[in-house]
C-alpha cells in the first residue's frame, strides 16, 4: 500500500501493549501548543510518550507476524515538512506507522494513525505505481466478479466498510466510461479504512482488535497479490 513521506526504522522492543491516556493527552497539548518553544521545553516528555508509542507497534506488529509475513514497521517522524504547504505547523499531532508485506508476491500494506478523535486504520493501496493501476484496471475491465465477491462479502463489508480512495472523474485513457465496471476502474487508490474511538483506542484490547482487522483483508489481499503477479492470461510475472 502505501507511501506515506519519511519513515523511520523501529527496534523491536515489546515493552507496552496498550494505548495510554498520557500519550493521547501529549498529543491534545501539542495540538494547541503547536510551536518549537513548547515542544523544546516539553521534549523530554516527547522521547518518553515516543518510546512508550514505539513499543505499542512493536507489540502488534509481533501479533501480525502471527499471521503474516511483515518485511518491516516504519514509524513517520512527528515533525512536519511545511515547505511546500500553508500550514506551517511544525508538528504533526499524531503518531503514525505502516507495515509492508515482504517479498514481491506479497502485495498491500497496513497502516495505524493514532490521534485523539482521529484513530484510523487502513488497509490495501494507496498510490500504486502506473504499471500496477493499469494492471488492477485492466483485470476489472476484463471480469469484476472475484473483486466483487471479496468486497463485497458481507462479513468483509462488517469489520471494513466499503471501497474507498481518490478516482478520476470520468474514464481513464484508454478506458470507456461506459463500461460496466467503471465505478471502479476509475479508482487511483484501492483502500479500507476502519475508524475507532478514543474511549476504543484506550482499551486493553486494541491491538487484538486492530490485529483482528488486519488479518480479516487477506482475502482482499491475496486477491490483489494474484493480479499483480500475474498477466491477463493467469501467467506468473514472477522470475
Do not use: C
Not at 508485506?101 to 484510523?120: D, H, I, V
Not at 493501476?133 to 471480469?143: A, C, G, H, Q, V
Request: proline letters at 3%.
Amino acid at each position: 500500500m502505501v507511501n506515506f513521506s519519511i519513515k523511520l526504522i523501529l527496534p523491536i522492543n515489546m515493552g507496552n501493549t496498550a494505548v495510554s491516556k498520557e500519550a493521547f493527552g501529549f498529543l491534545k497539548k501539542l495540538k494547541e501548543n503547536n510551536n518549537r518553544e513548547w515542544f523544546a521545553e516539553n521534549k523530554p516528555h516527547f522521547k518518553e510518550i515516543e518510546t512508550e508509542v514505539k513499543d505499542f507497534y512493536n507489540h502488534l506488529l509481533e501479533k501480525m507476524k502471527e499471521h503474516d509475513d511483515i518485511e518491516k514497521l516504519k514509524m513517520f517522524r512527528i515533525y512536519r515538512d511545511v515547505r511546500f504547504s500553508k500550514d506551517k505547523s511544525p508538528y504533526k499531532p499524531h503518531f503514525a506507522g505502516s507495515m509492508s508485506r515482504n517479498g514481491a508476491q506479497l502485495r498491500g500494506g497496513y497502516y495505524l494513525q493514532l490521534k485523539p478523535g482521529e484513530t484510523f486504520i487502513a488497509a490495501g493501496f494507496w498510490e500504486p505505481n502506473k504499471e500496477d493501476l493499469y494492471r488492477i484496471r485492466k483485470e476489472l475491465e476484463l471480469d469484476s466478479t472475484s473483486f466483487k465477491s471479496v468486497v463485497e462479502n458481507s462479513h468483509f463489508k462488517k469489520v471494513w466498510g466499503g471501497l474507498e480512495g481518490d478516482e478520476v472523474k470520468t474514464a481513464p485513457k484508454g478506458f470507456s466510461k461506459s463500461d460496466a465496471n467503471i465505478d471502479l476502474i476509475r479508482k487511483k487508490a484501492f483502500i479500507f479504512i476502519r475508524r475507532f474511538t478514543d474511549k476504543e483506542v484506550l482499551a486493553s484490547n486494541f491491538a487484538d482488535e486492530v490485529n483482528f482487522s488486519f488479518k480479516e483483508i487477506r482475502p482482499f489481499f491475496d486477491l490483489m497479490s494474484d493480479i499483480l503477479t500475474t498477466n491477463l492470461n493467469g501467467e506468473s510475472l514472477l522470475n
